[in-house]
């Protein structure tokens, strides 16, 4: 079902044009691929992460920073086979986009199972909006599929530099959401919580100190975003955390928790606690599968030099 807003796009050079090229070969190969038992996808892909990890060494060196920041109990070698694993699951993680955008319904519900669902329901029944809150993991665009296709959710969208991934990012996104809005339309993911919906909302980003606090993560002051509170307390909205895990065997475990009790609580400080505890709680299942890459801790108090 098409969206019922869309983003607003920048204008961009024709998709044709020679720089683009390099995209057309790149997709056409993850195309033929993608044809391939989903198994073997993921094989390659845990093999093609291997390589990213030694050519994308900045990338590579955030996340050993945030791994050696976040889990300094673990021996050197523990946070080296973490990182490893971080980078097949990176690699993984782009077929299972490629599944999101070339899959059916029918072959991506095959792969994965989801506990909890009544809740996002029962909210619905209700007319109440639910701030779907999550966090960045490299299986967050197969896992936000999977719940989409049972019950469909809208959520925010950052355009693409590159129009190409543009067009098919988007184009997946639209068919499986309500509504589909940039990032910084804030305006519109109002009306929809006050309609009723269920939006996507990754709380664990640092967007700088303009709407957030220092919030520990891991035990490290991390800048936190205080708008769930705000959002939730603007609208009315519940507020569902769900968070997935890629088990061993190759399949998706998505587990929805009941709406937060006394949410948000007057108090922004605690709200972000739970939610970083939370949080946590989660990565701690998988800790290899989490977006160690962003620059989480790049705000830093006063006083406290960068890490990066």
Known sequence: MPAS????????HSPLAPKYWPSWVGLTILRGLHL??????????????RGARHLLKSRAK????????????????????MLHGHFEAIGMGLFESAMTWWGSDKRISALGDIQGLEHLRSAAEKGQGVIFLTGHFSTMEIASTLVSIKHRISGMYRPMKNP???????????????????????????????????????????????????????????????????????????????FP????????????????????????????IQLNQLLEQAILQAPEQYFWMHRRFKTRPDNIPSVY
């Open 5 to 12: 807003n869309t983003p607003t796009h920048r204008k961009t």
């Open 36 to 49: 391939l038992p989903f198994s073997w996808q993921l094989q390659i892909g845990r093999i093609l992460g």
């Open 62 to 81: 955030i996340a050993r920073i945030n791994i050696d920041l976040c889990f300094p109990d673990l021996s050197k070698s523990e946070r080296q086979a």
């Open 164 to 242: 190409i991934m543009d067009s098919i990012v988007r184009r997946s996104r639209e068919q499986r959401s309500i509504t589909l809005f940039q990032r910084d339309d804030i305006p519109t993911m109002i009306r929809c919580l006050k309609r009723g919906e269920a939006v996507w909302y990754g709380f664990d980003q640092n967007y700088g100190m303009k709407h957030s606090i220092f919030t520990p993560f891991f035990n490290i002051p991390a800048a936190t975003i205080t708008t769930t509170s705000r959002f939730a307390k603007m609208t009315n909205a519940v507020v569902i955390p769900f």
């Open 245 to 272: 895990v890629r088990t061993a065997n190759g399949r998706y475990h998505i587990t929805i928790h009941p709406p937060l009790n006394h949410f948000p609580s007057g108090d922004v400080e605690q709200d972000n």
